[in-house]
């Protein structure tokens, strides 16, 4: 038996330690995941953490992000009470400030830039997390501006483009349980999405065949892949093209599928016989042998599945058309809303894929502004507008500095980090030239400090939550402990903005779960059995599912459009997915390299890890990883300094030589404030079709530092 000191140290829960155990999740990384997690809470503080035991998700697991989330929300520079800066923006200097003190200013600042300048010139934004998303939006509709938008505007909204223009859904994902063959596009799944290799392991033992194109050998290269392409970074459209072409001239395309469901197949077929195997070989560094045999591979196991990448292939100049031609092959081998292929899925509450609708979509357009102008990016990324209809994040700097077409003076965010964004600095000049600015985060980031007032919101841990996890699941959490010093859930902060503001929106400011009651009230949800039941996930019975095969084509055409009848009535910009190099226009002399900016690290994310210690200490300086061949020609070893050098300028960095990387590319890792990669990806240097920054194809010169 052991002693209670003995049971002290290693956290037993009992009567006698005083250590009980309480479910929440875990939500460092979002939406797909949110990953269950046990809490060890001894006297109202997390003692430690693990994967919750049977969860529908991660089964018991937590990958290094989540076991590090003791640390992350007892992170030192957590915000404990509203600040008012008293200092210079970015200075740091700040007093504490009461809720009441901090709501006496906020309200009447907002109030006069909307008589001053209309609604529209307070944005409303929100980074990485998604679970306030549907208040956001709806009080910044309530409030009369047409600017509400997010961090998906440099993430995985330019996939949503690309599927509503194809197919009409928001979203596809793969069929693993079915397919024959999985071409693992950008598929890094080990570092950025822990829990879907088990799924390809089981498929690949009962013979599915996996393709993965990357230009780096990963830990799934390596471990679950049956072809490699290793491609030249920002080049892919002109492989989906080529493998396009091998399908159509063999002919091992579907054609009855493609007399049923594609509009734009002849147009399609004629551009795509510009791509044979030897010119894409050119184009992209992969072997003509490689292409062919890829394009057997795919006839050979159909059904065809294909990874859905949030980021890698849209984050170039090119990227959306990239993603429409990669998912192209899926109409060509007649695999769309088929078995083994990819199945479209709403994106139901809080971006969770749960599999049902909900009324999420009515929840803030019911409040969209009338009169109103176009939101910021509306002007420079026309086809963003029309497809999707938020501001466009990489246009606000522009806005602001210019105030053209109408000014922009106030920011309402929750987790600004200007950081994120390619030429970054002109962010960061930007919002120190607004009028107002409220940050809402749970630490007192870099950003944080451009703001007038800073409100503290807490962790997963501290609030409670509705919750959908994959297979039809839903949860009502509970806290877990008490939010830190005077933070509050970013929910019932905007819930109370509203009625502070008094705005004609009576559900929000009746508060947060009359709003959750509400999106689900066409579903037989059952809030009341799940806040009685708060401690696991519960099956949720009943749900609508539209069934596979039955999803249609909400296009004008009625049909997969290869040939976009939407894109056509956009001057400039091309109906079929044409091929076109991501990189960037500097002299390949003086930068002979291709900066990759931002393939994930198991142990990052964005920049919200970098100051977790036990995550930092794993790469405590920022790295980049560059060839070993590439490395021993400049003399350079691991932990040599050396600069990156791209057009919009230079920063030092540690090198990693590995074989890992492809030759003539560079990769580095974004977010971090002493070496900021976004820094040297050019202003501008954005995709024409979404506004998307080409984080992936710089042109770059790797100088070694001396001494
Ligand atoms: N070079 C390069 N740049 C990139 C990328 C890349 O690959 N390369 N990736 C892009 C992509 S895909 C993304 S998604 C973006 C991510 O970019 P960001 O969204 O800016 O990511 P973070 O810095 O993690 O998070 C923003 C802030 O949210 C705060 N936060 C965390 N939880 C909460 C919460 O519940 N409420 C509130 N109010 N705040 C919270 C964090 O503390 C942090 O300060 O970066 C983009 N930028
Ligand atoms: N640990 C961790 N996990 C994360 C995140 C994180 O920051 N850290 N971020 C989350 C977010 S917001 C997102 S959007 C997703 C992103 O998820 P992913 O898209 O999977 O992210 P990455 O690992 O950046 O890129 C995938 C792979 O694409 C390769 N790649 C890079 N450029 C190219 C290219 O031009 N062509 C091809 N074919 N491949 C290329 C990279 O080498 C990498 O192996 O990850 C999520 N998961
Ligand atoms: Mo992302």
Partial sequence: MSTL???????????????????SFCDVCAPGPHCGVTCYVKEGKILKVEGTDGHPTNHGLLCPKGQANRQYVYRKDRVLTPLRRVGERGEGRFEPITWEEAWAEIVPRLNQVKETYGPSAAAFYSGYNKWYRPFLQ????SFGSVNYGTESSSCFTSTIMSWRLATGADFAAPDLAHAGIFLGWCYNAYYSAYLMPAGVEKARARGMKVIIVDPRITPAVEKQCDLHLRIKPGTDCALALGLARELIVNDWVDHAYIQENVHGYEAYRTYVMDFPPARVEELTGVPADQIRLAARMIHENMPLAINQSGAAMVHHTNGMQTHRAVMALSALMGTYDRPGGMIPAPLTYAHSMAGFTTLDHEFPFEKYPKDAPRPVGAVRFPLWDEVVGEMQGCDLARQITQGLPYPVKALWAHGMNFRMFNGDRELERAIKELDFFVDVDLFLTDSAKLADIVLPCCSSFERSEFKVFGGGFGQWTERVIEPLGQSRPDDEILCELARRLDLDDSLLRAGPEA??????????????????????????????????????????????????????????????????????????AEY???????????????????????????????????????AARMGVRRGDLIELRTSAGAITVAANPTRRVKEG?????????????????????????SGFPGYRSVRCAVVKKEG
């Fill in 5 to 23: 000191e003995e049971k002290l140290h290693e956290k037993i829960p009992g009567e006698d330690t005083g250590i009980v155990t309480r479910n």
């Fill in 138 to 141: 709806r009080l910044c509709y």
């Fill in 515 to 588: 709003c959750v009651r509400y999106i689900l009230r066409e579903t037989p949800v059952d809030v009341d059995f799940l806040k009685a039941n708060s401690q696991f996930p519960q099956k949720l019975e009943g749900v609508k599912v539209i069934p596979v095969g039955e999803h249609g084509f909400a296009t004008p055409t009625g049909k997969f459009e290869l040939w976009s009848t939407i894109i056509e009535k956009h001057r400039g910009l091309d109906p079929l997915p044409t091929w076109k190099d991501s990189v960037d226009a500097a002299s390949p």
């Fill in 592 to 630: 002979p390299f291709r900066l990759v900016a931002g393939a994930r690290l198991p142990t990052a994310l964005h920049s919200r890890l970098h100051d977790v210690p036990w995550l930092r200490s794993m790469r405590p300086q920022p790295m980049a990883d560059l060839n070993s061949a590439d």
């Fill in 665 to 689: 590319t560079v990769h580095m890792y974004h977010g971090y404030r002493e070496a900021d990669v976004n820094s040297i990806v050019p202003a501008g240097h954005n995709d024409p079709y």
